[in-house]
């Protein structure tokens, strides 16, 4: 047994690590959105909305945010027609976690990790944004094609970001870069 342990060590220490980050990030997380009304939005979604109507503004579009007066979502009116709603979810944070948790499972010099998981974390922050607004036109002129749009290729493109940090994160600055 002693024999696995030891051949298996960076694997148990990459799971433990990932896990252990991953797991105090997450309630972290849970305890700030525990820290609003059942029916209130958070902070950050609502940044969110305020950045997504800021890009929609720079392009002329006729958008409105607002928050529901039921519900815990604010809701998307792009040109007088309710088409989407921001919702916790929608924020990136739970991508962020799942991104600095590996980052922190593999890290590499302590500047240079956390420089990496800041500057990480701002790009999928913006490109969360970005793709929130995009949505926004294309579910507008297309909404028979909401679960392909919504549950496929944004999804696509946001993971497929962040896996290519990770891979650009282990070749270049962790402490397995060779």
Avoid at 114 to 140: E, K
Wanted: hydrophobic letters at 55%; proline letters at 2%; one cysteine or more.
């Amino acid at each position: 047994m002693k024999k696995y342990l030891v051949q298996f060590k960076p694997f148990l220490i990459f799971i433990g690590t990932f896990f252990s980050a991953y797991i105090v990030l997450t309630l972290l997380y849970k305890f700030y959105l525990n820290s609003f009304a059942t029916n209130d939005v958070d902070g950050i979604t609502n940044v969110v909305g305020h950045n997504v109507k800021q890009i929609m503004q720079w392009f002329n579009c006729d958008i409105k945010i607002q928050k529901s007066v039921l519900y815990p979502y604010l809701e998307v009116w792009y040109n007088k027609k309710f088409t989407l709603r921001i919702v916790e979810g929608c924020n990136a944070i739970s991508v962020i976690i799942l991104f600095a948790s590996f980052v922190i499972a593999f890290s590499g010099k302590f500047k240079t990790t956390l420089l990496f998981i800041v500057a990480g974390s701002i790009l999928i922050y913006v490109l969360n944004v970005l793709r929130v607004a995009i949505l926004t036109v294309l579910l507008f002129r297309f909404p028979e094609n909401e679960h392909i749009l919504h549950g496929v290729l944004f999804p696509l493109i946001i993971y497929g970001l962040v896996f290519i940090l990770w891979v650009f994160w282990v070749n270049k600055f962790s402490k397995y870069a060779k």
